[in-house]
């Protein structure tokens, strides 16, 4: 199992930046395909961006591809996701996630992630 801790969200004005982390405790991170997720008021969790178990693949939704990136350190635990250019659209709770059945070269549908953070409320004010 992995326990998962998201930081790092806030309040910023429209074109800013955030940088989210998620630290993962456990010994078998790399096992991993780490994700995240973001659910605004009265709709569904949506993939945002997820990272395959060696970080050499990275898979984005279109609403924040070339302005997210997705990083990990297997070293240290970690998963980041950088956020610039912000949108008020982009206000949500993100989610870390992290899962095991994910196939290697695939994003992994919502359903394949296991382990869930208590999400970070980013909001971003036009």
């Known amino acids: 199992q992995v326990q998962l801790v998201e930081s790092g969200g806030g309040l910023v004005q429209a074109g800013g930046s955030l940088r989210l982390a998620c630290a993962a405790s456990?010994?078998?991170?790399?096992?991993?395909?780490m994700g995240w997720f973001r659910q605004a008021p009265g709709k569904e969790r949506e993939f945002v961006a997820t990272?395959?178990?060696?970080?050499?693949?990275?898979y984005y939704a279109d609403s924040v591809k070339d302005r997210f990136t997705i990083s990990r350190d297997n070293a240290k635990n970690t998963v980041l996701l950088q956020m610039d250019d912000l949108k008020p659209e982009d206000t949500a709770v993100y989610y870390c996630?992290?899962?095991?059945?994910?196939?290697?070269?695939?994003?992994?549908?919502?359903?394949?992630?296991?382990?869930w953070g208590q999400g970070t409320q980013v909001t971003v004010d036009s």
């Open positions: 996630a992290g899962g095991a059945r994910v196939a290697d070269g695939t994003r992994g549908t919502l359903n394949e992630f296991d382990y």
């Open positions: 456990g010994r078998t991170f790399g096992y991993y395909q």
């Open positions: 990272i395959s178990r060696s970080g050499g693949n990275t």
